[in-house]
């Protein structure tokens, strides 16, 4: 490979190839949110608490670990909802994101939740069922409410303030402090909702709790797009920026 044919993080990467990153890097994700809470579980079987932290410690180390790596090809969105605020905060710029690549974007990390929580099944042999860990609270759905709008603010904030090169360890702080701050322990993300309904573990939720979640992610990101425009109504004026802001 030549220098000029490596990724970089203002050269926009062909569709197919930003498409193989949102798989890879959400289905990872699932992976190391699933199987650090098989091995929290195992290697702490009287304890919650530990458990707790340390399947969060694994998922904010794993996390901005795949966005770091993957984000110069696809932004790293690994999440639907971020997909769509990128499209809707950007659709003004010519360069913004565009709205045919939502549902190919979406289709990807779907895929990948799923496949990243049966891959964790299989590492620790434990079998594929659906979750009978049921969530949808009053309180759950709040906490979820707030993590998504938080997270959706985070990154934003930071990408329309030029800061995308911290964006990798700021997101993987944030996801771990919300684990702890929210009652939900801070899912923020659909995809990541529909590829734990698989695994009947520590990490897992019921599929009669995913629809909820999933609204209440949705009105999560509508409030962190509004609270985004009104704190930072404008864009950093650097070329291509969307192209590579790591995202998660």
Known sequence: MTNSDAPTATAPQPLGRRLLA????????????VGSGIAAADLSPRDTGLQLLENSTATVLGLAVLILMLGP???????????????????????????RHIVPYVAAQSAGAVAGALLANAMFDVGTTFSEHERASGSHLLGEVVATAGLVLLIFALVRTDRTAVVAP???????????????????????????????????????????????????AAIGIVLVLALYPSQAVTPHTHQGEPHA
Do not use: C, K
């Open 170 to 220: 700021a997101v993987g702080a944030y996801i771990g402090a919300a684990y702890w701050f929210t009652s939900s322990t801070s899912f923020a993300n659909p995809a990541v909702a529909l590829g734990r309904m698989f695994s009947d573990t520590f990490a897992g939720i019921a599929p009669t709790s995913v629809p909820s979640f999933v609204l209440a992610q949705i009105v999560g």
């Open 22 to 33: 949102e798989l890879l890097g959400t289905g990872l994700l699932v992976t190391v949110v």
């Open 73 to 99: 090809v696809s932004g790293a969105h690994f999440n639907p909802v971020v997909t769509v605020a990128d499209w809707f905060l950007s659709r003004r710029d010519l360069e913004g994101f565009s709205a």
